[in-house]
């Protein structure tokens, strides 16, 4: 079975700050991932998305990155924090290719101070 | 204007009662995704659909590509329904998703 894990689980930072998230994929090889923002009360914003190890693309940035370091893990970066910032982000994955369903991990609620 | 209309916004249901909610598009889109979201921020996948209907216990919904919208029925609403409903719009298979704005969905006893 399919298991997706993010890290941490909730974040505080200060504006300005660098800030890291995680999100691991384990059972399903070579899957599509996808990084999402979602604001309180917000619907969910498409911010990336990678079908292959080392390929990242950008959907909206929002001064974020993103890259795919290993064909199981996820990461979203900023080296400086805004307030806008602040939000829930989810991590999802869908098998390789396209029309695919969407499976979503638990999520990491980010506040920036 | 809204790519993923969701409409309603908010919904209270009377438990045991029925309801509809339903996305319209004004982009091309390939496939639909309904999911549930809890007051965790967990979301659960309900329904995923290529043009056509699908049914799950008390829940069924419908995309029409020709008259781009999804709907998702839900009948003889129970207690741990309430939540909110998002639906999400696959284009042309760029893997790129637009999400509704959602349905808050109370359901009381």
């Known amino acids: 079975a399919q298991t997706i894990h993010q890290w941490p689980v909730a974040e505080i930072k200060a504006v300005g700050s660098p800030l890291s998230l995680g999100c691991t994929i384990k059972?399903?090889?070579?899957?599509?991932l996808y990084w999402y923002w979602q604001a309180t009360g917000g619907t969910l914003q498409q911010l990336f998305y990678s079908i292959t190890v080392g390929q990242v693309e950008s959907v909206v940035q929002l001064n974020l990155s993103a890259s795919r370091p290993k064909d199981d893990q996820f990461i979203l970066s900023t080296e400086k924090l805004l307030l806008s910032h602040s939000g829930f982000y989810l991590c999802a994955w869908s098998l390789t290719g396209v029309f695919y369903e969407q499976y979503f991990g638990p999520g990491t609620r980010l506040t920036v101070l | 204007g809204d790519q993923v209309k969701q409409s309603p916004s908010a919904l209270s249901l009377q438990e045991g009662t029925n309801s509809a909610l339903r996305c319209n598009f004004s982009i091309a889109t390939t496939t639909v995704q309904w999911f549930l979201q809890n007051p965790r921020g967990s979301l659960m996948n309900l329904f995923y659909l290529v043009p056509g209907t699908k049914e799950n216990g008390r829940l069924k919904s419908t995309f029409n590509s020709k008259e781009s919208y999804s709907t998702l029925h839900i009948r003889d609403a129970q207690l741990e329904d309430s939540g909110t409903y998002f639906c999400?719009?696959?284009?042309?298979?760029?893997?790129?998703?637009?999400f509704g704005a959602g349905t808050r969905l109370k359901v009381i006893a």
């Open positions: 999400a719009a696959e284009g042309t298979g760029n893997y790129k998703y637009v």
């Open positions: 059972g399903k090889s070579s899957p599509n």
